[in-house]
């Protein structure tokens, strides 16, 4: 009985372990690039938040042409915030 319930808990965690990387895979940085650019098209941001968020798409593109999605999230994440979105 012990080894059946051994067997069921490794095949378990074989299971659920492809399931959760995938839940926990960032969002593609081409879909979080074209959030921020229809945020960007409808906020009013002072001159120095433009040039920041600028900056921060600028690399987030950056990383994003690298195959870096989760570091070009964070950077797009940032000019959102910085829009206030």
Do not use: H, W
Not at 15 to 41: G, V, Y
Not at 60 to 74: F, Q, S, V
């Amino acid at each position: 009985m012990n080894k059946f319930a051994l067997v069921f808990a490794f095949s378990a965690i074989a299971t659920i372990a492809p399931l959760a990387s995938a839940i926990a895979a960032p969002t593609p940085c081409e879909t979080a690039l074209k959030d921020l650019r229809a945020a960007e098209a409808t906020a009013k941001p002072s001159d120095a938040d433009k040039n920041k968020v600028s900056e921060l798409e600028t690399k987030g593109i950056e990383r994003c042409n690298a195959d870096d999605d989760k570091r070009a999230d964070d950077f797009f994440a940032q000019a959102m915030k910085v829009l206030g979105k």
